[in-house]
């Protein structure tokens, strides 16, 4: 089994910070490209950040320059930094990976999903 873990949601106060961490955990062969999703109720979830095995990064226009997407693959993990935060960010963000499992096919997985709220 094959599971992501994230944590670092919450409230903040416009123009804020907050850094997400996701962590894969399981039967782990080889993590490929990592992501970060955002979703508000009643619109598509969006491709907010996301960062290849070798370190490429890509971003919503939304979200560039003020947040960062990074990973550590010794420890199967990708962080989301989050600055200057706007209302507008306000979602539930789910992270998402491309993972082979040992002895396994690459299969897409998700992460339960945190909530960020941007409020003052």
Known sequence: QVQLVE???GLVQPGGS????CAAVGS????YNMNWYRQVPGKQREL???????GSTNYADSVKGRFTISRDNAKNTVFLQM?????????VY?????????????????GQGTQVTVSS
């Open 28 to 31: 782990i062969f080889s993590i």
């Open 94 to 110: 789910y992270c998402n990976a491309d993972i082979r499992r040992i002895l396994s096919a690459t299969r897409n997985y998700w």
């Open 7 to 9: 944590s670092g949601g």
């Open 83 to 91: 600055n200057s935060l706007k209302p507008d960010d306000t979602a």
């Open 18 to 21: 907050l850094r997400l961490s």
């Open 48 to 54: 907010v950040a996301a960062i290849t095995s070798d």
